[in-house]
Each structure stands twice: as structure tokens, then as C-alpha cells.
């Protein structure tokens, strides 16, 4: 139990020392009081007051010096600590330092705590904190120039409170995403006016750690004080200053004023126990879930528990098999919040740190030990929890090859290659590990595949469309159940082992079930090339029992779009552990096709002699423009963003009747100059095609042209290319004069979608053109 629940018990009130704690408590926030009440009787002089001071920080540090230079003295804090407590500490001029130290701790937790405060805020006050340290230390004032080392000292606190807040941030994060338990745990009383107050110190203790000390007070500062027997009891202390100092700013009346004052003494009173170490969970003997944790990025099992005490230095945790002995005990794998080297000291019910079990082999019955260090002469106290590990592997790690960034467990990670978002199309092979087991009697039963329109972040909201099944339901099945990385979209069938004769008797066979990869088919080729859904056997030994996959919605946006899969994994307790990953599925046709060439339809003549200038000059070009559509449909209209727009591109070749194919490529735009060269790539649609997706969501803006469409100029041919006298360098492209001959254009157009089972392993689209040439000039003309 947290220690600010407990009752207060009166005799915590009534003894000298908290009587006289209280009263200069009081004592010191009389004038800020009265000076209030004084300009409530004046209203008129404190309008004028507010007119000619307008707020700033400067204010606010200075009336929380005013309030705690008059209640924090050394007699305070020495009477603020138990009488064992004071005999052990010694004289207070021994580690004045340290009271100095506190008030600087009560200013921060106030100013902090007086409001909502952002990441940039809390910098802010960390920064005033870090000069009030400073200056107790003997450092000049505030105001002047920093040196280098001071800078570099702020940055690495900045950095630090980074570090600490992002687990914060992520838990919050979660909290909004995944809201649905939310009603319930407020109904059933986990919610009240007190949530998030230990978040906030969970923030400061993963703040000020062994690493950040250096830079709070100065390496040499540090260096001659963290030499004391009470160096760390000092930073507990500064600990529960903070929450004191953040619990005034909070009370709304002396009533919670004197709470508050009543949960400081407490923790200190944690502070100057004995070293204590105790591991809350996992239980002893218990079965652990291994799950993902967002903030430290750990996928393991949460070490809860306490490590405190007078004079605690830090605290480890280790871990071995739970039969192996104690020289087995290893600290890999083992993460502490905040990515601290060690624990630091003061932890009560909380987190210790987390047993990472995706970074080397953990065994399944493990024993987890936390030792608590003191002084060097002062043996540590330690403490063990044996317990087993039920792993949860279920994640989708990708499509097709691309993966997940920045990681399979984000639930927000996208699909990309090269850092660029993938689209995906047709039929798909899904990566991924779908397992769980290990604790006695539970194993995995069944896992399927589901999606969803849209990008969503929590498996259990919505409604989901399931496309594909694996059981393990037979002992043959229950033989191959993987545990390792593999393809998540398989299929069950039968095939005994059959022994050779001789040497073995004939018929000599082993039944065996094997999981076989296949490609789920998200969508038909294009809208015209329907595809057969797939079927296949629960047990393959019983085929008359089939589960059918599901295609994607073919009345919404062409099977296309942003969608989410979801891997739900089925233990034999009826319990189901999720993975969820947000894709691009694009199952749009693709168009390209030529109309004419210089305004001249298919298999009609083109006579050079129209094109050519007198002369005919073979110094210019012979422009001709080459009409026609190279156009792909965005996945979603409106949206120019890849991968919506995933735009491959288009090329163009020209050859002569009898040539090889595809003949030679053409420059883009054109026309170009001998010797023709690069680029022959298009990059940017040409045209409007005659269709488009009919159930297209959202529709396309702006009307669509009726067939045949509008075409575009995909590029300028030169026709001086075909002629051999302005070009002898291509005899195999060329006529000579007089000559007529057949010749076809061919157009290529194509995008980005990743679709393995289409030629190329992406949508594309082919077109000809063929049409006669003459070469109409003159016999014996020269260029």
C-alpha cells in the first residue's frame, strides 16, 4: 500500500517534533496570506497592481523563496527526522550541504506542481533547479555566462529528464489509445482525484539517478560528497522534498497542507530504514507473462518490487534457472528504468526494472534476485522469487519481406523499405511468430488473421474480418507447432513419411502433418481477373472440413486502401494474446496505352517528308508527339502522399518490323538529339484514363472524363531517327529513302505495390502500337 493512502494516525500529529514542523510551516506562508487578504479588502489597489505588474517567472521563484527560506532551517529539518535518525546523521553542520540541498528539492516539486506543465516546462524548472544546486554548492549567482563544462553539464540533465519522461509520455499515450477498460476501472474505483500523482514521481526517480548526479552538482561537487556515508540517503531525501514540495502546490486548504506534511515524514521514515529489498511480482512460484513494454522497448517480464533504506547506495538484480547454482547468476539482460546502470535507491512498490527475454536464451523456470547495497563494509541485502515464463511471441513482422519500422510491437509501425512506406497488392505472404506456452498445461491452440478498414491501434475495437486459420488441433498438429520466425499465412496437409524397401518391410510409413507457406490473395489481379477464394482443411486428415479465406471488401475502394491485421493467438485456457500492423493494400488497375502518334491512329502511314524541314535539315529535330494514358490510381483520391501515390512510372521503345523486342528505348520527353539518350523513364502520370476505381473512397475529385478518356503527350519522338541518312548509327532502326516499312511503339507503365505473384512483383501494364512508315524524301538528298 502506498504510503499516502494509509490513515493518518493522531500520534502522528501530536508529538513536539511534528507540532513544531507544522508551525513553521504555517508560520511561513502568514505573510503571503495576510499580504492576499490585504488586497482583497482593496480592490481598487490591486487592479492598479496588476496593471503595472504583469506576471513572469522571476515573481513566481521569488515568493518560493519567500515562503521556503523562512520554513526550511536546519532545526527542521532536524526535528523532521526520527531521533535514531538524528544520532546517526551526527551534528547538522556535517552535511549542512545536503539541507541546503533539500530546499533547493521543495522549490522544484512546488513551482513544478503549481500547474499543468509541459516537456519544455519541466526543462524549464529543471534548469532553475539545477542553478539553485549550484548555488548552495558555492558556485557564482545565476545571470552570468556559463562555461562550457555547465553546458554541457545542463544538456546531459535535459537529455536524462528526456529519457525519463518518454516512459510517461507512452504510458499516457497508451492510456488514450487503448480506453476502452477505462469506464470500468473509474466505476470500479482504480480511477480517482489521486491518479497520476505517483507517475509524476516515478518521472523525478528516473531522473535523479547515480548517472545525472555529476551533472546536477558539479563533478567535483560530486566527487568529494558522494564520498559521505549519506550521500544517497541525501538524494532519497530530495526525492520525497519533491513530492512534498508538488503536494503543497496541489492543496487546496491547511487540511491538505498538514497531509501533506504528514506523507513527508513518512518518506522519509522510508528513507532511513534498513536496507530492504522485497520483489512483489512476479509472485514466487507464479506463472509470468512475458509482455511488451513501450517505454524501456523491453519484451520480458516487469520486476516489481521494493529497495530502500538508510544509506542505500543501489540496488542490482540478476537472474539464473531457478535449479542452476548461485555462481550462475547474470545480469544480461537485465533493464533497469530509466537505462541506469544499477537501480537507484528508494524504490517502494515499484518498478525495479525488467528481465528482457528477447535478448539471449532465457530458460523457462527462472529465479530473479535484487540485492540492496550500503556502505562498502556493509554487506547488501538480497532477496529471490522463483517463478515460470509463459511466453507471448505474437507479432506480424511483415509482408512480403518488408518489416515493420521502428518496431514489430509499435502498434502505429509502418511497412517500409529504404524508409519509404510500401504498398502491397494481389497475393501476400505474411511474416511473423504466432506462439505461446511453457508454463505447465498451457499451450497454443489456434491462431488467425484478420483485418480491419483503417488504422487502428486497439485489437479489440471495431469489427474484424478473419482471413485465414491455423489450428493445433491433433497430436499431429500439436507436433509442429512453431515457435520460431516464420511465415504466418500456412496451411495444414497431409503427407506420411514412407520408409524405403528394403531395407525397411514395404508400407513402412509415419503419419505427418505438414504446415505448408502460401500466398493470401488480398485482392483479384485487377477488377476484370477475379480470383477463386481459397480453401483449405482444419485437419488435413478430415478434408471435408474446410475453413475459406476472405478476400478484401470488393465494394470499398477496389479492395484497396489503409487496413489493419490483426494475429490472435488462442491458448488451451480460452485466453488470446494480439499483434496488430497497419498496411497499404493497393489492388487498383493500372492504365497505359498509346492513342496516336502524330495525330495518326494505329496501323495508319506516317510519311517523313510532313515532318521533315526543307532540305530536309538533319540538324534540327522532326518533332512528333506521341499521344496516349500512363496513369496509376491513387489508393486513396486526394491523397498525392506515398504511398497513396505509388506512381512507378512509364517507358516507351520503338522498333522495326522483324527487330528484336522490345527494340530501342526512346528519351522522355524527347524529341532529344544523336545520340538519343537518357532519361527513358517517366516519372509523372500522363493523361486521364477512360475508368476508374467505381467504388473508389472517397471518390475522385472532379468529374471523370467519359471513355475514351484524355490522353497526354508521353513524349516526342524525333522522326529524324528513322531516317538513314540523318541516322546512319541505327541501320537496324532505319529506312532509306524510299523505303516503307511496319513498325510498333511499345508503352510500359507500372508502380511501386509490392505483388509477388504478378509479373515483375508489381502492377503493370503493356501496350503496342503498331503503324507503317515511309521515308518519303528524296533519293540522293543530302542532310
Known amino acids: 500500500m502506498d504510503r499516502e493512502n494509509i490513515p493518518i494516525?493522531?500520534?502522528?500529529?501530536?508529538?513536539?517534533?511534528?507540532?513544531?514542523?507544522?508551525?513553521?510551516?504555517?508560520?511561513?506562508?502568514?505573510?503571503?496570506?495576510?499580504?492576499?487578504?490585504?488586497?482583497?479588502?482593496?480592490?481598487?489597489?490591486?487592479?492598479?497592481?496588476?496593471?503595472?505588474?504583469?506576471?513572469?517567472?522571476?515573481?513566481?521563484?521569488?515568493?518560493?523563496?519567500?515562503?521556503?527560506?523562512?520554513?526550511?532551517?536546519?532545526?527542521?529539518?532536524?526535528?523532521?527526522?526520527?531521533?535514531?535518525?538524528?544520532?546517526?546523521?551526527?551534528?547538522?553542520e556535517r552535511w549542512r550541504w545536503c539541507v541546503r540541498h533539500i530546499r533547493c528539492c521543495i522549490i522544484f516539486g512546488w513551482l513544478l506542481c503549481r500547474g499543468p506543465r509541459t516537456f519544455r516546462a519541466f526543462a524549464y524548472y529543471l534548469y532553475r533547479y539545477w542553478i539553485c544546486v549550484r548555488e548552495i554548492l558555492g558556485n557564482p549567482p545565476v545571470g552570468r555566462p556559463l562555461t562550457a563544462d555547465e553546458r554541457e553539464d545542463l544538456r546531459t540533465l535535459i537529455k536524462a529528464l528526456a529519457t525519463a519522461y518518454k516512459p510517461y509520455l507512452t504510458d499516457q499515450l497508451a492510456s488514450v489509445e487503448f480506453h476502452a477498460g477505462i469506464p470500468e476501472e473509474i466505476l470500479a474505483g482504480k480511477i480517482d482525484c489521486?491518479?497520476?500523482?505517483?507517475?509524476?514521481?516515478?518521472?523525478f526517480e528516473r531522473l535523479l539517478t547515480m548517472e545525472t548526479a555529476p551533472a546536477l552538482l558539479g563533478k567535483e561537487a560530486f566527487a568529494a560528497h558522494?564520498?559521505?556515508?549519506?550521500?544517497?540517503?541525501?538524494?532519497?531525501?530530495?526525492?520525497?522534498?519533491?513530492?512534498?514540495?508538488?503536494?503543497?502546490?496541489?492543496?487546496?486548504?491547511?487540511?491538505?497542507?498538514?497531509?501533506?506534511?504528514?506523507?513527508?515524514?513518512?518518506?522519509?521514515?522510508?528513507c532511513f530504514r534498513p536496507l530492504t529489498c522485497e520483489i512483489l511480482r512476479p509472485a514466487m512460484n507464479s506463472c509470468a507473462r512475458e509482455e511488451y513494454f513501450p517505454g524501456p522497448g523491453v519484451l520480458g517480464i516487469e520486476i516489481i518490487g521494493t529497495a530502500t533504506g538508510a544509506f542505500c547506495d543501489h540496488y542490482t538484480l540478476e537472474w539464473k534457472a531457478a535449479a542452476a547454482p548461485d555462481t550462475d547468476y547474470s545480469?544480461?539482460?537485465?533493464?533497469?528504468?530509466?537505462?541506469?546502470?544499477?537501480?537507484?535507491?528508494?524504490?517502494?512498490?515499484?518498478?525495479?526494472?525488467y528481465l528482457s527475454t528477447a535478448v539471449g536464451p532465457v530458460p523457462d523456470d527462472v529465479e530473479v534476485r535484487v540485492c540492496v547495497f550500503g556502505p562498502a563494509a556493509t554487506p547488501p541485502t538480497c532477496c529471490t522469487v522463483e517463478f515460470q515464463i509463459f511466453r507471448q511471441r505474437v507479432w506480424i513482422t511483415g509482408i512480403e519481406g518488408v518489416v515493420a519500422d521502428p518496431s514489430v510491437l509499435e502498434p502505429a509501425a509502418q511497412l517500409t523499405s529504404g524508409g519509404v512506406v510500401?504498398?502491397?497488392?494481389?497475393?501476400?505472404?505474411?511474416?511473423?511468430?504466432?506462439?505461446?506456452?511453457?508454463?505447465?498445461?498451457?499451450?497454443?491452440?489456434?491462431?488467425?488473421?484478420?483485418?480491419?478498414?483503417?488504422?487502428?491501434?486497439?485489437?479489440?475495437?471495431?469489427?474484424?474480418?478473419?482471413?485465414?486459420?491455423?489450428?493445433?488441433?491433433?497430436?499431429?498438429?500439436?507436433?509442429?507447432?512453431?515457435?520460431?520466425?516464420?511465415?504466418?499465412?500456412?496451411?495444414?496437409?497431409?503427407?506420411?513419411?514412407?520408409?524405403?524397401?528394403?531395407?525397411?518391410a514395404p508400407g513402412t510409413c509415419f503419419p505427418k502433418d505438414w504446415l505448408t507457406a502460401t500466398r493470401w490473395v488480398s485482392g483479384r489481379n485487377f477488377p476484370s481477373v477475379p480470383i477463386a477464394p481459397q480453401s483449405f482443411p482444419v485437419d488435413p486428415q478430415v478434408p471435408a472440413v474446410v475453413w475459406v479465406s476472405q478476400q478484401l471488401p470488393l465494394p470499398v475502394n477496389c479492395q484497396s486502401g489503409k487496413y489493419t491485421l490483426r494475429l490472435d493467438v488462442e491458448d488451451t485456457m480460452a485466453d488470446h494474446y494480439y499483434d496488430i500492423q497497419q498496411v497499404w493494400f493497393d489492388n487498383k488497375e493500372i492504365h497505359g496505352s498509346i492513342s496516336?502518334?502524330?495525330?495518326?491512329?494505329?496501323?495508319?502511314?506516317?510519311?517523313?517528308?510532313?515532318?521533315?524541314?526543307?532540305?530536309?535539315?538533319?540538324?534540327?529535330?522532326?518533332?512528333?508527339?506521341?499521344?496516349?494514358?500512363?496513369?496509376?490510381?491513387?489508393?486513396?483520391?486526394?491523397?498525392?502522399a506515398v504511398p497513396s501515390?505509388?506512381?512507378?512510372?512509364?517507358?516507351?521503345?520503338?522498333?522495326?518490323?522483324?527487330?528484336?523486342?522490345p527494340g530501342v528505348p526512346l528519351p522522355i520527353p524527347g524529341p532529344g538529339a544523336p545520340p538519343w539518350g537518357p532519361p527513358f523513364v517517366g516519372g509523372s502520370r500522363v493523361g486521364n484514363p477512360p475508368s476508374r476505381c467505381p467504388t473508389a473512397v472517397p471518390p475522385p475529385i472532379g468529374p471523370i472524363p467519359p471513355p475514351p478518356g484524355?490522353?497526354?503527350?508521353?513524349?516526342?519522338?524525333?522522326?529524324?531517327?528513322?531516317?538513314?541518312?540523318?541516322?546512319?548509327?541505327?541501320?537496324?532502326?532505319?529506312?532509306?529513302?524510299?523505303?516503307?516499312?511496319g513498325y510498333v511503339l511499345k508503352l510500359s507503365v507500372w508502380d511501386t505495390s509490392i505483388c509477388p505473384s504478378l509479373s515483375g512483383s508489381r502492377h503493370h501494364i503493356e501496350h503496342h502500337f503498331p503503324f507503317c512508315i515511309c521515308n518519303d524524301l528524296r533519293t540522293g538528298v543530302p542532310g
Not at 537501480?343 to 526494472?353: A, F, K, S
Open 9 to 92: 494516525d493522531p500520534a502522528e500529529i501530536h508529538d513536539d517534533d511534528f507540532q513544531f514542523v507544522l508551525k513553521a510551516l504555517l508560520s511561513a506562508y502568514q505573510p503571503v496570506l495576510e499580504q492576499d487578504l490585504a488586497r482583497a479588502r482593496e480592490p481598487e489597489g490591486l487592479k492598479k497592481e496588476a496593471e503595472s505588474n504583469p506576471p513572469d517567472c522571476e515573481e513566481e521563484i521569488a515568493l518560493a523563496n519567500r515562503i521556503f527560506d523562512r520554513f526550511w532551517t536546519p532545526e527542521v529539518a532536524q526535528r523532521l527526522l526520527t531521533a535514531e535518525a538524528r544520532a546517526v546523521m551526527g551534528p547538522v
Open 194 to 203: 489521486t491518479e497520476g500523482q505517483e507517475d509524476a514521481a516515478a518521472v
Open 226 to 270: 558522494s564520498k559521505e556515508p549519506w550521500f544517497w540517503f541525501c538524494r532519497c531525501w530530495c526525492l520525497c522534498a519533491i513530492r512534498f514540495g508538488c503536494c503543497l502546490a496541489r492543496a487546496r486548504n491547511f487540511l491538505d497542507v498538514l497531509r501533506c506534511l504528514v506523507y513527508y515524514r513518512r518518506c522519509l521514515r522510508d
Open 331 to 353: 545480469s544480461v539482460g537485465i533493464v533497469y528504468p530509466g537505462g541506469a546502470a544499477a537501480g537507484p535507491c528508494g524504490v517502494v512498490n515499484g518498478t525495479l526494472g
Open 422 to 504: 510500401r504498398s502491397f497488392g494481389t497475393a501476400l505472404l505474411i511474416h511473423g511468430r504466432a506462439w505461446v506456452g511453457k508454463c505447465a498445461g498451457r499451450e497454443i491452440r489456434r491462431y488467425t488473421l484478420s483485418y480491419q478498414a483503417g488504422f487502428v491501434l486497439d485489437p479489440l475495437a471495431g469489427v474484424w474480418t478473419q482471413f485465414w486459420q491455423v489450428d493445433y488441433l491433433t497430436p499431429l498438429q500439436r507436433k509442429e507447432i512453431q515457435e520460431d520466425e516464420g511465415t504466418l499465412t500456412n496451411y495444414w496437409r497431409y503427407q506420411p513419411i514412407c520408409l524405403p524397401s528394403p531395407p525397411f
Open 596 to 640: 496516336q502518334l502524330a495525330g495518326v491512329p494505329p496501323c495508319a502511314t506516317i510519311n517523313l517528308s510532313d515532318f521533315a524541314p526543307p532540305g530536309p535539315d538533319c540538324a534540327v529535330p522532326w518533332p512528333a508527339d506521341l499521344l496516349g494514358i500512363a496513369y496509376d490510381e491513387y489508393i486513396e483520391e486526394g491523397n498525392g
Open 645 to 661: 501515390d505509388n506512381f512507378g512510372g512509364y517507358a516507351l521503345w520503338i522498333k522495326k518490323d522483324g527487330a528484336p523486342d
Open 710 to 741: 484524355i490522353p497526354g503527350v508521353l513524349a516526342s519522338l524525333d522522326l529524324r531517327r528513322l531516317d538513314a541518312v540523318c541516322n546512319p548509327a541505327e541501320p537496324g532502326l532505319t529506312l532509306k529513302r524510299g523505303e516503307c516499312c
